[in-house]
Structures are given as structure tokens and as C-alpha cells.
């Protein structure tokens, strides 16, 4: 698109179906390689990605070209599909329905950045959830508790 110049960064967090802790360290670079393919291939720029064995987090610049929730959606679809037809987990892998996305300045990119490199220290001091309705509530996003993501009773 011609004459067209935008600078979007987009922080997305989504969890596994039920929030199981299935994501394996001896595959999850592969899969955060994956989905940096899949974000590349729509002409999106991954910024940082990184998780914990029930959740992701995925930084990017996004293009105009395309819906958030289309890119999502194949992000999610294509990587399930993924771990699935390597057979990388025991049962069945979905994601849980449904993600967040917050928006940031470019000025702030090195601090988010940061933040998702650090997942895992940081979540020693803070458990998902509790960090999930943080953002929610710092971003003054609007959200009922019985629609947050979902752990297996």
C-alpha cells in the first residue's frame, strides 16, 4: 500500500486449552521459531516471544495488511497443528479460545521486550493469573472473570 506508514507494536498473551502446563523446554524454541515463521510469512515482525509451559507471549510490529484476530487465529491454528502432527505432546494440544493483545509505543518496546525475555524469572514472583488481570486492569480493558482463561476442573 503506497503511501501508507504506520508503527504498531502489539503485545499478545494466550494460554493451552484449560491452562495445562504442557509446553516442553526441549521444544519450545522450536515452536516460538514456528510461529515467528508463521508472523513472517503475513510480513509482521516478531519483536519477542517467550512463555511459560501454559501461556505465550508474542511481541510484534504489525503490518495494516491484516486483522489482529486473523493473525491470531492462524498463529494459533498453524502452531497446534504443529505440535500435534509432531506429536509433541501426550493428548491432543489446543490453545484456549480467545487472546489478548495491548498496544505499545515504540519507545516502550525495549521495557516489553524485556519483560516477555524475562518470563520466567518474573513468574517466580507472580503467577499468571494475578499477572493476566494486572495487564487487563493497567490497560483499563473491561473483562468479567468467569471469561478468563479457563483451568480444567
Given at each position: 500500500m503506497a503511501?501508507?506508514?504506520?508503527?504498531?507494536?502489539?503485545q499478545s498473551?494466550?494460554?493451552v486449552k484449560y491452562r495445562a502446563?504442557?509446553?516442553?523446554?526441549?521444544?519450545?524454541?522450536?515452536l516460538y521459531k514456528y510461529i515467528t515463521g508463521i508472523i513472517s510469512h503475513y510480513n509482521h515482525k516478531v519483536l519477542a516471544i517467550n512463555g511459560m509451559p501454559d501461556h505465550l507471549h508474542l511481541?510484534?510490529?504489525?503490518?495494516?495488511?491484516q486483522s489482529l484476530s486473523d493473525l491470531l487465529e492462524e498463529v494459533k491454528g498453524a502452531s497446534s497443528k504443529w505440535i500435534n502432527n509432531k506429536r509433541l505432546t501426550k493428548g491432543h494440544f489446543e490453545w484456549q479460545s480467545g487472546f489478548s493483545?495491548?498496544?505499545?509505543?515504540k519507545m516502550d518496546s525495549k521495557n516489553v521486550i524485556g519483560y516477555i525475555e524475562n518470563q520466567k524469572i518474573h513468574h517466580?514472583?507472580?503467577?499468571?493469573?494475578?499477572e493476566y488481570k494486572k495487564m487487563l486492569t493497567e490497560f483499563e480493558v473491561d473483562f468479567d472473570e468467569?471469561?478468563?482463561f479457563k483451568e480444567l476442573q
Open positions: 503511501n501508507t506508514y504506520t508503527q504498531i507494536h502489539i498473551v494466550f494460554a502446563c504442557i509446553i516442553q523446554p526441549q521444544w519450545e524454541c522450536d511481541f510484534f510490529g504489525m503490518r495494516p495488511t493483545a495491548f498496544s505499545y509505543s517466580k514472583k507472580i503467577n499468571f493469573m494475578d468467569k471469561y478468563l
